[in-house]
């Protein structure tokens, strides 16, 4: 079992920047690619970023590339979103995900957070 938990989300001007976290329970978390979906009002959830197990692979959505990064410290238990550039429909609820192999489609996710709000004013 895996308990992810999110941090780091609130509310920013748009072109500013936000940094989420989400931290894992277990000395499991490196045996785990890690993704990033959000979920906007009124819309399905979407694929946002994903890293593989050892952090040295990343993929991003094409809606986030060149803005967001995603990266994890295997140590720590903790995975991050670097979120720069960010504009109003970048507002939504982002949640993180544990899958036990590198895939996009949330279907394939094992575990996931509560989710945290970002909301990007125009």
């Known amino acids: 079992q895996v308990q992810l938990v999110e941090s780091g989300g609130g509310l920013v001007q748009a072109g500013g920047s936000l940094r989420l976290s989400c931290t894992a329970s277990g000395r499991t978390f490196s045996s785990y690619a890690m993704g990033w979906f959000r979920q906007a009002p009124g819309k399905g959830r979407e694929f946002v970023a994903i890293?593989?197990?050892?952090?040295?692979?990343?993929y991003y959505a094409d809606s986030v590339k060149g803005r967001f990064t995603i990266s994890r410290d295997n140590a720590k238990y903790t995975m991050y979103l670097q979120m720069n550039s960010l504009k109003p429909e970048d507002t939504a609820v982002y949640s993180c995900?544990?899958?036990?192999?590198?895939?996009?489609?949330?279907?394939?996710?094992?575990?996931w957070g509560q989710g945290t709000q970002v909301t990007v004013s125009s």
């Open positions: 890293i593989n197990k050892s952090g040295g692979s990343t």
């Open positions: 995900a544990a899958c036990r192999i590198y895939s996009t489609d949330y279907d394939r996710y094992d575990y």
